[in-house]
């Protein structure tokens, strides 16, 4: 039996996606073969984990110290277009758009985890634009070329659909299938995913 110490972190580990007991607990004796400044020092940014919020507009997570909700950089950039929203599954994926340049306008990430809450906050999404946005132009749903991103994306035209009885003029697109399937937006190289973009109806 291991010491219950090793036990509760190799427990945690396994938690994590696509880790399992086995490869937890390589992690865990990893760690206690580091120097203790090492280990300290992985401890101390895992804690800080905790001043991480998420956007108030596109979950985008960041760090703060403030307690209430509040707006991300490119959110708060009044600098950026606000007539297009561009729907992402994750953070990185915000990362490797912006690296093309070629895309100035707004994001809205809907997570990964779990469907139900890539549901709300599309329900969510739309909500607040029925609400707010007056001038949105295009909403671009910029999903993996995976069986899941693909799953999301066509759950994602049809709710977004009902906002074209409010907004005429609306615009949804998707990336141009120029990109091979199975490729998701981080591991794209940024003139593939350039012509995702330019190529998107
Ligand atoms: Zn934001």
Do not use: W
Not at 5 to 26: C, H, M, T
Not at 113 to 137: C, F, G, H, P, T
Not at 162 to 177: M, Q, S, V
């Amino acid at each position: 039996m291991l010491p219950r110490p090793i036990q509760n972190l190799i427990d945690e580990f396994s938690k994590l996606p696509s880790v399992g007991p086995r490869q937890a607990a390589r992690f865990v004796f990893y760690l206690i073969n580091q120097p203790k400044e090492e280990i300290e020092k992985f401890a101390k940014k895992l804690f800080i984990l905790k001043k991480i919020k998420y956007c108030h507009f596109c979950n985008r997570t960041m760090e703060t110290d403030h307690e209430k909700t509040i707006l991300c950089s490119i959110c708060k950039n009044k600098d950026r277009n606000r007539t297009m929203v561009c729907i992402v599954e994750k953070d990185t994926d915000i990362e490797s758009i912006e690296k093309t340049k070629r895309y100035d306008g707004l994001y809205y990430v809907i997570g990964t985890e779990d469907e139900n809450k890539q549901l709300a906050r599309l329900k969510d999404l739309i909500s607040r634009i029925k609400k707010s946005n007056k001038e949105l132009k295009e909403i671009i749903i910029a999903t993996d070329a995976t069986t899941e991103g693909e799953t999301i994306a066509l759950y994602a035209a049809r709710q977004l659909a009902e906002l074209n009885k409010i907004y005429p003029e609306l615009k949804i697109t998707r990336l141009g299938r120029g990109l091979s399937t199975g490729s998701e937006l981080e591991y794209m190289d940024e003139d593939t995913l350039t012509n995702a973009l330019l190529g998107r109806k």
